[in-house]
């Protein structure tokens, strides 16, 4: 992969970005709860569901006698995520931030996420990072798979060489459908053994692209 010629990169956000597993656990759980259903969801449910669509998570997480009641009950999960988001918050991975602001002096940063609608919007809100990301895409707002998210973003903004930073196999093979590179970070939720690039920290990650692009400029 040639990434020093990269004019755009595309982030996934849960488990790249920042770790917002119990803040998912607690929204679930209240929700869960509001509607009758007496169990409680912590973090280790959540981990191995993050980044998958909603249709997945739903089947995962709900009992299937109160399968009935899924739309409603995923409301207020919505509803309390949005609540926690702008109340608690979760925090960045090590040296996102910084990272990020380094990044953004040269090249066009997006994010693409299966999160909810209002997901992306309240963390760059309560991050500060609102400047540093040209837009986003996220399948609760469209109901579109990550690819065609990826591929709607690179037609809108002209883009040519992009590549997606992720943290799961999942995220691989998006990338690969959407006909774009994948960088791989492996601090998150997902784990692909012997893949290339693949980066233990977010400095790390910042690091490597800004050398190619030193590299690219000489």
Known sequence: ME???????LFDLDGTLWNAAVLYAKAWTVALQQHGIDTI???EDIAGLIGLE???VIRSLIPAFYLNKA???VAAVEVETERLIQTE???LYKRVKEGLEELHQRYPLFIVSNCDKNVVKLFLKYHGLELLFVDHRTHGENHKSKF???EDLI???NLKKSVYVGDT???QKQSELAKIPFVHVNYGFGRLENYMPSFSDFERLTAYFLQECYQSSK
């Open 3 to 9: 990434i020093n010629q990269v004019d755009s990169i």
């Open 41 to 43: 969801i912590d973090e």
């Open 54 to 56: 909603q249709s997945f």
């Open 71 to 73: 739309s409603i009950i």
């Open 89 to 91: 918050g979760a925090p």
């Open 148 to 150: 065609e998210n990826i």
């Open 155 to 157: 037609v809108k903004y």
């Open 169 to 171: 196999l999942s995220d």
